[in-house]
């Protein structure tokens, strides 16, 4: 009888979203054994020196995958990590699988009346704050604003990552989708209200080889359900 050797497994490496953290992937990480960095601008002791886009954040994971001699390995990205992932696997070849887990990447029309109801809360806001004399009752009015738009994100970032949201967030990823030349693995809460599940089934069509999973969850599906987060991403890679 002939044994035949064990394939070896491929490195996986976590992209995390928008003001996560390495931290909040702990239980996956553990059990996938896989390389969790944080993305530049979200560690406090490495801030960004200067604005980032999408084709930055590419252009940096291909420096630490070199710099950590990470070959081919799974990318595994949620929401803006998906975002930057799915630019990555178009336009580097330099990975074996994606999995895309609520990501960020396609248009939402809803956010886009969103955003102009804001601009104009915004606009009418910044006329009455002319009236303000105090500072600070004037920047809490400021941040009543942005908050009643659901632009915390914003509102909170420090200037370099004001400008970089802003960079990310006219990154279309419908192009590249079509260009992923690797298999991809979709999971999605049903419930997400951030990336809602129609972008997910969007991207499947878009993905030439791609399978995507539904999970009774909202946005931070690795979190609330991360067993099964963790079963689905060990059943796609081997």
Known sequence: ???????????????????????RWK?????LEA?????????????????FSVEDYALWLDMYLDSHNIKNPILVGHSNGGRIAIHYAAHYENISKLVLIASAGIPDPSKDFKKAVFKALAKSG??????????KLAGFFQKILYKAAR?????????????????????????????????????????????PVWMGHAMKKMIRTSQI??????HNVHITHNKEVIQLINDFVS
Do not use: C
């Open 27 to 31: 239980p996956i990480h553990k059990a």
């Open 151 to 195: 632009e915390s994100d914003y509102v909170n970032a420090a200037p370099i990552m004001k400008k970089t949201m802003e960079n990310i967030l006219k990154y279309d990823a419908r192009e590249d989708l079509g260009n992923i030349p690797v298999p991809a693995l979709l999971i999605w809460g049903q419930a997400d209200t951030a990336t």
């Open 126 to 135: 910044k006329k009455a704050l002319k009236l303000v004399n105090n500072e």
């Open 1 to 23: 009888m002939t044994i035949q050797p064990k394939t070896e497994l491929k490195p996986i490496v976590i992209l995390h979203g928008w003001g996560s953290s390495p931290e």
């Open 35 to 51: 390389h969790t960095p944080f993305l530049p601008g979200f560690d406090e002791k490495n801030p960004l020196k200067r604005p």
């Open 213 to 218: 999973k539904i999970l009774p969850a909202k």
